[in-house]
């Protein structure tokens, strides 16, 4: 297959704001959009239904992900990416407009709102992908840290000012603003993009794996249901639970073999013989699992245990937010700087770990300037790891396989938080089920509901409420003491990653150059076309 590079780099730090305002739309939309919830289920009579609206939005992002990757490896990823920014901004303005007059009114509302927030769910997939890999694109490994760790800044931004911008459209406007604020800021974004990005274009011979797509997200569908729905909306051991479960074993198993036989498919299995590549994705997955599984807690113990409204429970965010962006910016100069790069995940798994530890105990005394230092330590933790994976994935393939690379880093974390918030879901559920909380908190059985009224829960006796919280709080706790099991693994695997040079230019061999010809371009040590 012959390529050629046809563009020249651009001005990384001017594109970059695009890039940035791209993955502040991204990772802000479902923060903000959970804040209203429950203003959008009183208004369309569907409470038994609205968790779907983040359920699509999940099914959405996580099919997408690795396709996204793989067209913009195929076709360029600037046409690609903006695709995808223009598909999320349809989606944010179908979103804001469902149930209006204009669609038919609220009979319908909710039923139009899933399928939005579907279409939407699409687009942000290629959000996030796109960032990373057309980042990758412009900045060879040896620079990258540092554009890296500033978009995990605003990843960690993002984590508090969610709820916070939530919070305040819930209370001053109305909830279809928490979509039609994506309008203008994806404008910008796209205006911006459209005129300044000039990424590197390669001429290829494209056959896309439709089989392997498709496969690839039934597969994927059928786990996210059973993640969302086990335990929850159906007993893990029902039919429907069981019957998703075989059928995500024999897709995902059809698309193995598929992709063996591909020309172009839309997962290289081949990357996953890179021995940092599989670790990395190891990584990943563990650490979606422990962090985005665990921390959704975080908010809950604040706003009944400590007593604090929705939108400060973001302000006491704060200090994991200050902790994760430093240290981003501190370790993605340090990469650059040195171009050295294993010791990072192993540290970060360890203090990741600690953090973790700190907030098993968590209490109904502990005080916020308590669970604030907790949170410090996991916040650096998290620094360290973030967008160091990110980094590792994309150094350990080639540059042709960089949206595929991109992609399955991501898709792994998302896999894993998904899996993460439910296996932790139904360990807090029997926990509080099994507590004094158990009876004012809904019990927690799978398809009970856990509506938590929080002016009753204030009214209730002294020593009632102390132990209704305290069973709470031990049940938050408990979710904790579960995480450290698997934050431990990650350094150890950590551990076993080579200490690969990173790569200090994005050249492209020639057509017939040997493999290992291209082997030396790719660590900057050969000319290239």
Same mark, same amino acid.
């Not at 309008?183 to 990005?197: F, I, Q, Y």
């Not at 335990?231 to 893990?236: A, D, I, L, N, V």
């Not at 709080?473 to 995480?483: D, N, R, Y």
């Given at each position: 297959?012959?390529?050629?590079?046809?563009?020249?780099?651009?001005?990384?730090?001017?594109?970059?704001?695009?890039?940035?305002?791209?993955?502040?739309?991204?990772?802000?939309?479902?923060?903000?959009? !959970?804040?209203?919830?429950?203003?959008?289920?009183?208004?369309? $009579?569907?409470?038994?239904?609205?968790?779907?609206?983040?359920?699509?939005?999940?099914?959405?992002?996580?099919? !997408?992900?690795?396709?996204?990757?793989?067209?913009?490896?195929?076709?360029?990823?600037?046409?690609?990416?903006?695709? !995808?920014?223009?598909?999320?901004?349809?989606?944010?303005?179908?979103?804001?407009?469902?149930?209006?007059?204009?669609?038919?009114?609220?009979?319908?509302?909710?039923?139009?709102?899933?399928?939005?927030?579907?279409?939407?769910?699409?687009?942000?997939?290629?959000?996030?992908?796109?960032?990373?890999?057309?980042?990758?694109?412009?900045?060879?490994?040896?620079?990258?840290?540092?554009?890296?760790?500033?978009?995990?800044?605003?990843?960690?931004?993002?984590?508090?000012?969610?709820?916070?911008?939530?919070?305040?459209?819930?209370?001053?406007?109305?909830?279809?603003?928490?979509?039609?604020?994506?309008?203008?800021?994806?404008?910008?974004?796209?205006?911006?993009?459209?005129?300044?990005?000039?990424?590197?274009?390669?001429?290829?011979?494209?056959?896309?794996?439709?089989?392997?797509?498709?496969?690839?997200?039934?597969?994927?569908?059928?786990?996210?249901?059973?993640?969302?729905?086990?335990?929850?909306?159906?007993?893990?051991?029902?039919?429907?639970?069981?019957?998703?479960?075989?059928?995500? *074993?024999?897709?995902?198993?059809?698309?193995?073999?598929?992709?063996?036989?591909?020309?172009?498919?839309?997962?290289?299995?081949?990357?996953?013989?890179?021995?940092?590549?599989?670790?990395?994705?190891?990584?990943?997955?563990?650490?979606?699992?422990?962090?985005?599984?665990?921390?959704?807690?975080?908010?809950?113990?604040?706003?009944?245990?400590?007593?604090?409204?929705?939108?400060?429970? $973001?302000?006491?965010?704060?200090?994991?937010?200050?902790?994760?962006?430093? *240290?981003?910016?501190?370790?993605?100069?340090?990469? +650059?700087?040195?171009?050295?790069?294993?010791?990072?995940?192993?540290?970060?798994?360890?203090?990741?770990?600690?953090?973790?530890?700190?907030? +098993?105990?968590?209490?109904?005394?502990?005080?916020?300037?308590?669970?604030?230092?907790?949170?410090?330590?996991?916040?650096?933790?998290?620094?360290?790891?973030?967008?160091?994976?990110?980094?590792?994935?994309?150094? !350990?393939?080639?540059?042709?396989?960089?949206?595929?690379?991109?992609? &399955?880093?991501?898709?792994?974390?998302?896999?894993?938080?998904?899996? $993460?918030?439910?296996?932790?879901?139904?360990?807090?559920?029997?926990?509080?089920?099994?507590?004094?909380?158990?009876?004012?908190?809904?019990?927690?059985?799978?398809?009970?509901?856990?509506?938590?009224?929080?002016?009753?829960?204030?009214?209730?006796?002294?020593?009632?409420?102390?132990?209704?919280?305290? $069973?709470?709080?031990?049940?938050?706790?408990?979710?904790?003491?579960?995480?450290?099991?698997?934050?431990?693994?990650?350094?150890?695997? &950590?551990?076993?990653?080579?200490?690969?040079?990173?790569?200090?230019?994005?050249?492209?061999?020639?057509?017939?150059?040997?493999?290992?010809?291209?082997?030396?371009?790719?660590?900057?040590?050969?000319?290239?076309?």
């Amino acid at each position: 297959m012959s390529q050629e590079k046809v563009a020249a780099r651009p001005n990384v730090r001017f594109v970059l704001i695009g890039l940035m305002i791209a993955m502040m739309l991204a990772m802000l939309d479902n923060m903000i959009v !959970s804040t209203a919830l429950p203003r959008i289920a009183l208004e369309f $009579g569907g409470a038994n239904h609205f968790t779907w609206i983040v359920t699509a939005y999940v099914l959405g992002t996580t099919v !997408s992900t690795p396709i996204w990757g793989k067209l913009g490896d195929l076709y360029g990823r600037k046409g690609v990416f903006l695709t !995808s920014v223009v598909l999320f901004l349809a989606g944010s303005a179908l979103c804001g407009m469902a149930g209006s007059e204009l669609l038919g009114g609220v009979d319908n509302g909710m039923v139009q709102l899933i399928a939005f927030r579907a279409v939407q769910g699409l687009g942000a997939g290629g959000l996030m992908v796109g960032v990373m890999a057309s980042i990758g694109d412009l900045v060879p490994p040896r620079e990258r840290g540092r554009y890296q760790g500033m978009i995990a800044g605003i990843m960690a931004i993002a984590m508090v000012a969610g709820p916070l911008v939530g919070g305040f459209i819930t209370d001053n406007l109305s909830w279809r603003w928490a979509f039609y604020v994506n309008l203008p800021l994806g404008g910008v974004a796209l205006l911006v993009l459209a005129t300044t990005m000039r990424l590197p274009k390669y001429r290829t011979e494209h056959r896309i794996d439709w089989l392997g797509a498709v496969l690839l997200s039934v597969g994927i569908t059928a786990i996210v249901l059973v993640t969302t729905w086990g335990g929850t909306q159906y007993p893990w051991r029902s039919p429907q639970i069981l019957g998703l479960a075989a059928l995500a *074993v024999v897709a995902l198993a059809a698309f193995g073999l598929v992709e063996r036989r591909a020309v172009e498919p839309i997962l290289p299995l081949g990357l996953f013989a890179n021995r940092n590549f599989a670790l990395i994705s190891v990584i990943g997955f563990l650490l979606g699992f422990a962090m985005f599984g665990a921390m959704n807690f975080l908010p809950l113990y604040q706003q009944t245990v400590q007593g604090a409204s929705a939108t400060s429970s $973001g302000l006491l965010l704060l200090p994991l937010m200050f902790g994760m962006l430093v *240290v981003s910016l501190v370790v993605g100069r340090a990469i +650059t700087k040195t171009g050295r790069y294993r010791a990072f995940p192993i540290i970060g798994g360890v203090v990741m770990t600690a953090g973790m530890a700190l907030l +098993t105990r968590l209490d109904a005394d502990t005080s916020k300037i308590e669970s604030s230092l907790y949170l410090v330590v996991l916040g650096v933790g998290m620094g360290f790891l973030m967008q160091t994976t990110m980094l590792i994935a994309q150094n !350990s393939v080639g540059q042709r396989d960089l949206g595929a690379a991109s992609g &399955a880093a991501t898709f792994f974390r998302s896999i894993g938080g998904s899996f $993460g918030l439910s296996l932790f879901g139904a360990i807090f559920a029997h926990r509080l089920a099994d507590s004094p909380a158990g009876a004012a908190f809904g019990g927690g059985g799978a398809g009970e509901g856990r509506s938590m009224n929080l002016e009753a829960l204030r009214q209730l006796p002294a020593q009632l409420r102390e132990a209704v919280l305290g $069973g709470l709080s031990g049940a938050i706790s408990h979710v904790f003491v579960w995480a450290v099991f698997f934050t431990i693994a990650v350094p150890v695997l &950590a551990w076993f990653i080579r200490e690969v040079p990173l790569r200090s230019s994005n050249d492209v061999p020639p057509a017939d150059a040997t493999p290992e010809e291209r082997a030396e371009v790719a660590l900057g040590k050969a000319p290239a076309v």
